[in-house]
C-alpha cells in the first residue's frame, strides 16, 4: 500500500537522502535465519525454523530498549542469545554463542527486492547516506558485500556519532555534516522503523518517507508511506 501524506511540491526540495540498513536495503529476517542456522550447526543444536521469531521478538525488544537509551550496545550482546535460549529451553551460553552469530551476521547479504534498480535510479539526482544504529566497520563490510557501499557518499552510525536514532543529537551530527547549504527540509529520511526511523527524523526536522516492509498494522506521520522500493518513484 502506498500513501503519500504530504504535497508531492515538498519532495522537489530533497537533495539529499538518508537509508537505514535492515529491512529498508538489507532484509534482515532473511539474514537472520541464515546467521542462526549457521551458528547453531556449529554449536551443533539442532535448529527448527519456528526458533527465527522467537529471536525476532526477543531482538526486537532489546533494540528498542537501546534506542530508547536504557541498555548499551554491549549489554544487548551480552544477554540477547541467553534470553532467547532460556525461552527456548535451550542450555547453551548466549553471550559466547552471539559472537558466532554476529560474525555471520556480518557477512550477510541478503538484498530486499529492487534495491539496486531504485539506487541506480537516485544517484545521479540525490546526495546518498546510511545511518544506522549499529557499527560502522560492520555495516560498511555488509553493504560492500552486497555491492551496495559504492552508492552511498557517507556511512554515519550510532557507533560513531556516540548517539542513536532516533534522538536528536543522532540526526544533528549528520545535519552539521551536510553544511549550511543544505536545509532541513532538503533531507529525506527512508526506513522501516516507526520510531526510530521516522518519529526520529521527523521530530528533527527532516522529510520522512516509511519503508512498512514488515506489514506493520502501525501508524506514521512520514510525508510517504510505500510498501516497495519502485514506489519511490512517484515522488522522487
Ligand atoms: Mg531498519
Known amino acids: 500500500m502506498m500513501k503519500i501524506n504530504s504535497e508531492l511540491t515538498v519532495f522537489k526540495e530533497i537533495k539529499v537522502i538518508i537509508f537505514d540498513i535492515d ?67 535451550i542450555n547453551a551460553p548466549g553471550a559466547q554463542f552471539e559472537q558466532d552469530f554476529i560474525k555471520n551476521l556480518y557477512n550477510s547479504y541478503e538484498k530486499v527486492d529492487y534495491v539496486e534498480d531504485i539506487l541506480i535510479y537516485l544517484k545521479p539526482k540525490y546526495k546518498l547516506l546510511i545511518a544506522s544504529n549499529s557499527s560502522y566497520n560492520e555495516q560498511t563490510s555488509r553493504l560492500r558485500g552486497a555491492g551496495l557501499l559504492e552508492y552511498f557518499d557517507s556511512v554515519y552510525t550510532s557507533e560513531e556519532l556516540g548517539a542513536a536514532k532516533p534522538s536528536k543529537d543522532f540526526f544533528n551530527a549528520i545535519d552539521k555534516d551536510l ?18 526511523d521516522i518519529k526520529g527524523a521527523h521530530d528533527y526536522g527532516f522529510k520522512t518517507a516509511w519503508f512498512n516492509f514488515s506489514n506493520s498494522k502501525e501508524e506514521s506521520k512520514a510525508d510517504f508511506i510505500f510498501d516497495n522500493l519502485l514506489d519511490l518513484k512517484k515522488i522522487l
Open 23 to 89: 529491512n529498508t536495503l538489507l532484509d534482515f529476517k532473511k539474514c537472520a535465519l541464515k546467521s542462526m542456522k549457521k551458528a547453531f550447526k556449529k554449536w551443533k543444536i539442532p535448529f527448527n525454523d519456528k526458533y527465527l521469531n522467537t529471536f525476532l521478538i526477543i531482538n526486537n525488544r532489546y533494540w528498542d530498549r537501546y534506542e530508547n537509551g536504557e541498555i548499551t550496545r554491549d549489554y544487548l550482546y551480552e544477554h540477547r542469545w541467553q534470553e532467547i535460549f532460556d525461552t527456548l529451553n
Open 179 to 196: 553544511g549550511e547549504n543544505i536545509k532541513k527540509n532538503n533531507v529525506l529520511m527512508i526506513g522501516d522503523s516507526v520510531n526510530a
